[in-house]
């Protein structure tokens, strides 16, 4: 599968690694950056998307998402789990589910570009968690730059697979996309309670903000892991 993402926040704080591990699947390990933990906000609008050799089908082909994540890794391979998925989008929600092993739930969504930056504002309307919300204006603030390995932009940001679960099997799909094009970033938050809608509380320290405008990736299919 391609897809291309627009406009994305990157927001991250830190966590506690135990507070993480009721939501992990056996076998997966929380992930740290010295010693810390972390979680991750990162809203974006989606394009283009399509499975390989076959064209754009216009009711799945684009919407707006926001998802909570956090970082793990398996036998040595450092991923992403997400721990929500909010979409606007029904129809991509009811295909990613089970092809994807993803936890997308549907949510209303207004993203919108403005003169002061990006407004996103989302409420989540059903499953786990149901009215938790998220609303921000961002954008982004100096220089693009590619991060450097050993440095927390690019453990944050340079994430090559994503893992997932379902009763009785761990997945992982792996992705590729060229490295990001990073900025950092200014946002005012007004509300944000993904992560508290599901009992984790971040640390207490500012968040990391960065910006991409724009990038496309290939997205394997989930597989098995032993």
Not at 29 to 51: C, H, M, N, Y
Not at 129 to 138: C, I, L, N, P, S
Not at 148 to 176: K, M, N, P
């Amino acid at each position: 599968m391609t897809q291309t993402w627009h406009n994305l926040l990157f927001l991250h704080a830190p966590v506690e690694p135990e507070s993480l591990r009721s939501f992990l699947p056996p076998s997966i390990e929380p992930d740290t950056f010295d010693g810390q933990a972390w979680l991750g906000v990162v809203a974006f609008r989606l394009s283009k998307i399509r499975l390989r050799g076959f064209p754009e089908v216009g009711l799945v082909s684009h919407f707006n998402e926001i998802n909570l994540r956090t970082y793990v890794t398996h036998q040595g391979i450092p991923g992403v789990l997400f721990l929500s998925m909010d979409a606007d989008n029904p129809l991509a929600i009811a295909l990613a589910r089970p092809l994807f092993r993803l936890p997308y739930t549907p949510a209303n969504i207004e993203f919108d570009r403005g003169s002061g930056g990006i407004s996103f504002t989302c409420e989540r309307t059903s499953g786990p968690g149901m009215g938790a919300q998220f609303k921000a204006v961002y954008r982004p603030q100096g220089p693009v730059y590619t991060s450097c390995r050993d440095t927390l932009d690019y453990w944050l940001t340079e994430r090559y697979c994503y893992y997932g679960a379902s009763a009785d099997h761990t997945y992982r799909c792996d992705i590729f996309h060229p490295p990001w094009p990073l900025q950092r970033a200014h946002a005012s938050i007004t509300r944000n309670t993904l992560a508290e809608s599901l009992g984790l509380r971040a640390g207490p320290m500012e968040p990391t903000l960065h910006y991409a405008h724009k990038m496309t990736a290939l997205i394997w299919k989930p597989q098995r892991v032993r």
